[in-house]
């Protein structure tokens, strides 16, 4: 048998050998968490949007003065 066989049967049981690893630790991994609700990164949620500092004479839509009339559509 040639080196390249040899290797490629080497590199395929190798292949074989992790990926039944991996599986083994995947599936164990899965039956410890099993809530799904929590995602692991624990403290406290702060849910409130940032404050951003606008420059002068920019605001945001919401913050803009309302009219009580909408304008007429001119055809």
């Known amino acids: 048998m040639s080196s390249l066989v040899i290797d490629l049967i080497l590199c395929g049981l190798a292949y074989v050998i992790l990926i039944y690893v991996m599986a ?27 404050k951003i500092d606008l420059p002068p004479g920019v605001q945001w839509p919401s913050d803009s003065p ?5 304008e007429p559509v001119e055809y």
Request: avoid cysteine.
């Open 24 to 50: 083994t630790m995947t599936k164990n991994s899965l039956k410890k968490g099993g809530s799904s609700e929590d995602d692991g990164d624990g403290g406290v949620e702060d849910l409130t949007p940032p």
């Open 66 to 70: 309302k009219s009580r009339m909408p």
